[in-house]
């Protein structure tokens, strides 16, 4: 009979000589050997070796309802019997992305009532890079085709979204970034303001993005590309100045807001979507990850009124599409994760309970000598270390200390994601209160593990 420790070898060794992972180091990786994760059950993961882990991560801030809904299984087997496939190319469509379609128009911000369907965050932000070019093309304005985006943004690793991503080591390649994708400074006053109020360094850092465009003039600006909370970032939260002086310029100047809520969307932040917590009115929207829970890939481009009338109002096509757009089974698993959702008040939990317990347990650390700041919105957070608080200094080399923090994590039985000097966390929707405080006490322990064997 084979043992569990004879069959995590089996994969590893699969692993190590036929698979190619994301943003890994392959070479580490061989010598270190990957977690092999076998099942899931609510909050927590369990690697082949049995090992209980709590998913701080919600997967890759994605698993909003947590694992094992057979609500969504069964949906998505009722969806394929019937119809395991169809595109929506050549005039066609099916009931499935027609009626996720209209369940999405019933949820995002007002005016956001049209939907293209892509397969990731990456293709959806291809998609509204294509759809805000298009829309300044068709209206005469073929010269509207610059695009700008912020300092240590994440909006996806395809060679447009990498572009549209603000972080030097996505831009490795000569390729990166493409011609017309340019960046301005991000609003992480813990970072970067010493001297400065968090309402004065969010108006500031707001007004970069009137200085672009007056540099590269308004009529040359197809688009701004933002997140609500930047989070692969490190759980940027802007001020509450930011984003008002955002939506002031983007209006004045006629420029198209695109708002990336791939991690924001479906109640991480206790709204239904990012855009309804900070007050921000799209013309685009990023939709992924929560949409289905992760349970299939799907994404989706929310077109507003503005956007869409142009371009449905113009003779010829729209030259773009994918073969999965609108999958009728991944759709069939978007309708159940929102109903499930709903039924179950998961936003308005978030918002009025665990979103609030979350903050409050974590902002608790602050009096670990090596915690330096916590910041976050809802259910999600990014815990940054410090060796010294009063300055706000940073470790060397950077994310030295975090990585071994996340490491001890690991160890005690608790998934999360090391970012510069900081641990970021989303865990799912449906985690509760109990299990918040099983999750600051396996951080605070990791921490001081880390700290008694010397920074």
């Known amino acids: 009979m084979q043992t569990s420790h004879s069959r995590t070898a089996h994969w590893q060794s699969l692993d190590v000589h036929h698979h ?64 395991p496939f169809y ?24 005016g956001i009532d049209y939907f293209f369907f892509s397969n990731s965050g990456s293709e959806a932000n291809d998609t509204n890079i294509r759809l805000a070019q298009s829309y300044w093309q068709l209206l005469g304005r073929p010269e509207r085709q610059v695009i700008i985006s912020r300092n240590n943004a994440y909006h996806g690793s395809t060679i447009a979204a990498a572009s549209l991503t603000g972080m030097a080591s996505m831009h490795d390649i000569p390729a990166c970034p493409i011609d017309g994708i340019v960046h301005i400074a991000n609003p992480d006053w813990y970072a970067c303001a010493q001297d400065m109020t968090e309402d004065e360094y969010g108006l500031q850092t707001a007004q970069a993005l009137e200085a672009k465009v007056l540099e590269l003039g308004a009529e040359n600006i197809a688009a701004f590309f933002a997140e609500p909370i930047q989070g692969a970032g ?49 013309d685009l929207m990023t939709l992924a990850k929560g949409l289905s829970s992760g349970y299939l890939p799907i994404s989706a481009s929310g077109v507003s009124e503005r956007v869409a009338k142009v371009l449905r109002s113009k003779p010829g096509r729209f030259p773009h599409g994918y073969t999965y757009s609108g999958h009728p089974a991944a759709a069939a698993a ?18 009025e309970r665990t979103g609030p317990c979350f903050q409050n347990a974590l902002a608790r650390l602050l ?17 940054v270390f410090s060796p010294d608080k009063t300055r706000r200094a940073a470790f060397n080399p950077l994310g030295g200390f975090a990585t071994k923090v996340r490491n001890h994590c690991f160890a005690n039985g608790l998934v999360t994601r090391a970012v510069g000097d900081g641990l970021v966390f989303a865990p799912p929707l449906v985690i509760t209160e109990a299990q918040i405080g099983e999750l600051v006490h396996k951080l605070r322990k990791s921490l001081d593990e880390v700290l008694a064997h010397g920074v």
């Not at 190619?20 to 690697?47: C, Q, S, W």
């Not at 791939?262 to 206790?270: L, M």
């Not at 978007?334 to 918002?351: D, P, T, Y």
Request: hydrophobic share 40%.
């Open 20 to 83: 190619m992972h994301p943003f890994t180091d392959h070479v580490e990786l061989a010598n270190e050997k990957p977690m092999v994760i076998e099942r899931a059950e609510g909050v927590y993961i369990y690697d082949s070796e049995g090992r209980q882990l709590l998913d701080g991560m919600a997967g890759l801030w994605c698993v909003n309802v947590g694992y094992g809904r057979e609500e969504i299984v069964d949906a998505v087997a009722r969806q394929m019997r019937q119809l």
């Open 87 to 110: 595109n929506t190319f050549f005039k066609t469509t099916t009931p499935a992305a027609l009626e996720l379609a209209h369940k999405l128009s019933t949820l995002t911000p007002e």
């Open 334 to 351: 978007a309708l159940k994760n929102i109903e499930i959702m709903e039924r179950e008040r998961l936003v308005q939990q978030v918002g």
């Open 234 to 282: 490190g759980v940027i939260v802007a001020p509450k100045t930011y984003w008002p002086e955002i939506q002031r310029i983007c209006r004045k100047y006629d420029i198209l807001l695109v708002v990336d809520e791939v991690i924001t969307g479906f109640g991480r932040t206790g709204a239904w979507f990012g855009a309804q917590t900070f007050g921000i009115q799209p």
């Open 367 to 383: 009096d670990h000598p090596m915690v330096g700041h916590v910041r976050g919105h809802g259910l999600m957070a990014c815990v």
